[in-house]
């Protein structure tokens, strides 16, 4: 939002530094993201002087050009090329000096150079009115009607505004600062705060007066639910026309381009008050009457901006006898808007229910300055005063007439919110005692009356216009930003009270199981939550339990997700596009299902990983990452959370070309397997993929079950010893794991594989194992007679058990 320092000037009589200014708006909550300049003429024609024609003859070798001898002061005079056919000697003009900037249509800047043209020296430039900014005129030169001495700057001759103006990051609970009336209110408590006592001056309406009663327009609401007020009146005998220059400026100051004086002041207003106003070409309003109405489904309407509507039955639409004029509070119509032909128009200032308005400028894909505030809220109480104001306005511009008595529907007053407030709960919530007189001085800056006063507290009467200040809780938030954050004293001594929790917290878990997949390697990645759902097409047995948006922003964003999976592969996909092959990534997030006539949220874990685990290197080949891969980062999570045995099953889903199922008792606690080609293929991604849901809940559940027991770390060495041991092929790995434990109980404490091989060199139906085993004793330092000993029975037991031979 756009806030001009000169408009702001008019509220408050201040004189701060812009810089100080954006400073306490910021400490406000109104954040200044930026100040810039504005100029009514780019370049505030530095450089440009006045200039007198000393003698003006035809240019030797070019029939358009003439040669100028220019004076322009004390220095010696300049020699112009120029081909403006009004240009001659006796005249006062405006001259652009060597390394003068201007600036064209489009604000582009040109320099000035000294230079020559077919053979002619030039040292400026005459200037044309619109050369300068000042018009729009190409005609010919700017002859100038003046005395003033030749050297004199020409932003002395004409009037030229500068501005400051102030960018405002407003969040949207601060309806009530969407103007500069509403910045002014905000920055008067400020300075109160600050001992400077200003009052906000509000635009006078003490000029209203009904001119005559020749232009009757009748009103009716169909629902006074969705228009709780509706005010209008009218105006005849009007010169549409280019706004004044000082109503101009105002408007380009913030951004806004000028487009006739009726337009003109309705926006000024609205950026002034922050009431949204409109005004109807009043001779095309059918049988003279307005009608405030639902649309009908289907129906087509053109806005202003030529754009065809299809309407909804929920739109609320501004009608005249026979048909829409105006999408309420959002747009007006193309046929009914203001034009130079207009002679006499209905003014119209509302108040409408901010849900309908900002679900019909969601459905229509619609925005516009009046929309902004409708939707969060603008004070009803303001409806007739922004009215009156423009309606003044209005007839100082156009010298017509007000030619109705107003129009004010409002049945239901709307009462203002009371609030009791506790100085305990201020004290408690700020942490810091703020003296009640303060209190009650800035609660009277803010337009918030007290209405009752006791030994506990004070009672409340909160501005229809403060929509975000509900709460007792909302009345200490305003305490404390006008108060100042910064005066808050704080100890250095800090007291916390830590309980312990009674039972497992969610996120602690999350926290814990997210740290050891990143030990892993993994990266956690977080996908929109928002899908495509053209991606349930390439799922064999399509999903009848997807969640679509009423109002998506696009459709590729139409619908909730119900897997995971999608959302990983086009990450996966975007990494494989900027050459990063080898990926491990997981995300903690939830998928959207319908269960008959409710909504389900699930949350989910998903894994995914790509590539190797590390690339070829002369000291090691490449490792691609498989399905056991995939298993055992999988078996490492249910290991945490206390899954000793899960069940494994093949699982059929067409998400995987070959896939498994674990589940504990009957419930699916992992699904995982390698993503089928043809769903790669959507994605354009080339490289096998492996893919892992995991059910959070049932994480969840067991983790608060387990009971983990925790032991001291040995204090006496581990030792290694390793056997390479010739097997039969059918003996397998558990086999072997499950007799070494069996054989020696006490001090075997780990047992890894880390070489088969099968091959020429071995008899027929053979393989060779490697093996390392771990022993330790917890109580005492082993000795080599223990090592041994050990070793030799495990040697035995495979020998008798498995015909196992030492190589």
């Known amino acids: 939002m756009k806030i001009s320092y000169n408009w702001l000037k008019q509220f408050v009589e201040i004189d701060w530094k812009s810089a100080d200014i954006a400073e306490l708006l910021t400490d406000l909550g109104l954040e200044v993201e930026g100040v810039h300049t504005f100029e009514s003429v780019a370049g505030s024609l530095q450089g440009v002087v006045v200039g007198e024609v000393l003698k003006c003859e035809k240019h030797s070798n070019a029939d358009k050009l003439k040669v100028c001898e220019v004076a322009i002061g004390d220095s010696k005079p300049l020699s112009i090329v120029c081909g403006a056919p009004n240009v001659a000697a006796g005249q006062k003009v405006a001259v652009a000096t060597v390394g003068t900037i201007l600036y064209d249509a489009d604000g582009k800047p040109w320099k000035i150079k000294k230079g020559k043209i077919r053979g002619e020296v030039s040292e400026g430039m005459i200037c044309a009115e619109d050369e300068l900014g000042l018009g729009e005129s190409h005609d010919g030169i700017l002859i100038l009607d003046t005395n003033l001495p030749n050297g004199t700057p020409c932003e002395s001759v004409f009037s030229i505004e500068k501005d400051e103006v102030f960018e405002i990051g407003l969040t949207p609970n601060r309806a009530d600062a969407m103007s500069h009336y509403g910045v002014a209110r905000d920055l008067r408590a400020g300075l109160r705060q600050r001992e400077v006592f200003l009052e906000v001056r509000t635009p006078s309406v003490s000029t209203f007066n009904i001119d005559n009663r020749s232009l009757r327009i009748d009103v009716s609401v169909a629902d006074y639910n969705l228009v709780p007020r509706y005010c209008g009146i009218s105006l005849t005998n009007l010169i549409i026309q280019p706004s004044p220059d000082w109503l101009k400026n105002r ?173 305990e709960k201020i004290d408690t919530l700020i942490g810091h005692k703020i003296p009640r007189d303060t209190i009650k001085s800035i609660l009277a800056s803010l337009d918030i009356q007290v209405r009752s006063v006791t030994e506990t507290g004070i009672g409340l009467i909160i501005p229809f216009y403060r929509v975000d200040v509900q709460r007792e809780v909302d009345v200490i938030e305003e305490i404390l930003r006008v108060y100042g954050y910064n005066n808050v004293a704080f100890s250095e001594k800090l007291n916390a009270s830590i309980a312990p929790p009674l039972s497992l917290e969610p996120h602690k878990l999350e926290e814990s199981l997210g740290r050891q997949l990143s030990h892993n390697g993994f990266y956690e990645i977080l996908t929109n939550s928002l899908t495509n759902p053209a991606y349930e097409e390439l799922v064999a047995v399509k999903s009848k339990t997807g969640v679509a948006l009423m109002n998506p922003l696009s459709r590729e964003l139409s619908a909730l997700r119900t897997d995971m999976l999608f959302g990983g592969l086009e990450a996966i996909a975007h990494n494989l596009n900027r050459k990063q092959p080898d990926l491990k990534f997981f995300e903690f997030g939830k998928t959207y299902r319908r269960e008959k006539k409710s909504f389900v949220e699930d949350t989910r874990i998903s894994l995914l990983l790509t590539g190797e685990t590390n690339r070829d290197h002369w000291t090691r080949p490449g490792e691609t990452m498989g399905f056991f891969y995939l298993k055992g980062v999988i078996r490492q999570l249910l290991d945490r959370v206390g899954f000793e045995n899960c069940r494994e099953t093949p699982v059929a889903d067409s998400r995987f070309s070959e896939g498994l199922e674990l589940s504990d008792n ?142």
Not at 271 to 286: C, M
Not at 710 to 721: A, H, L, M, T
Request: proline share 3%.
């Open 251 to 423: 408007l380009r100051a913030i951004g806004l381009k000028p487009i006739n004086n009726v337009v003109d002041a309705t926006n000024y207003v609205l950026h002034e008050l922050g009431q949204p106003l409109h005004a109807f070409d009043a001779d095309r309003i059918f049988d003279k009457k307005v009608v405030v109405k639902k649309a009908k489904a289907g129906a087509k309407f053109m806005t202003l901006d030529g754009v065809e509507h299809i309407l909804d039955a929920e739109d609320l639409m501004i009608c005249d006898g026979e048909k829409p004029m105006c999408i309420a509070g959002i747009f007006g119509g193309i046929n009914t808007g203001v034009t130079e032909d207009t002679k006499s128009i209905f003014l119209e200032s509302a108040y409408f229910d901010p849900v309908s308005i900002r679900k019909t400028a969601k459905r229509h894909g619609l925005s516009t300055d009046a929309s902004f505030r409708f939707e969060r809220g603008v004070d009803i109480n303001n409806v007739e005063y922004a009215l009156v104001r423009a309606a003044i306005l209005i007839r100082e511009l156009t010298g017509g007439n007000i030619s109705s008595d107003i129009v004010d529907l409002y049945p239901n007053k709307k009462e203002n919110q009371n609030v009791f407030l506790r100085f």
């Open 666 to 807: 009957g419930v699916s606690v992992a699904t995982f397997g390698v993503v089928h080609p043809a769903m790669l293929k959507a994605f354009d991604i080339s490289q096998p993929v492996l893919y892992a849901d995991l059910n959070w809940d049932a994480l969840l559940d067991r983790a608060s079950k387990a009971n983990f027991q925790y032991q001291e770390i040995s204090k006496f060495p581990e030792v290694k010893r390793d056997f390479a041991l010739l097997l039969d092929e059918q003996v397998s790995y558990r086999q072997l794991y499950d007799l070494s434990f069996k054989a020696e109980r006490s001090l075997l404490k780990d047992i890894q594989l880390f070489d088969v091989y099968k091959g020429d060199k071995l008899p027929e139906g053979k393989k060779s194992y490697a093996v390392s085993f771990t022993l330790l004793n917890p109580e005492k330092t082993l000795t080599d007679k223990q090592i041994d000993a050990a070793m030799k029975r495990l040697q035995k037991n495979f020998e008798q058990e498995l015909g196992a031979e030492l190589r």
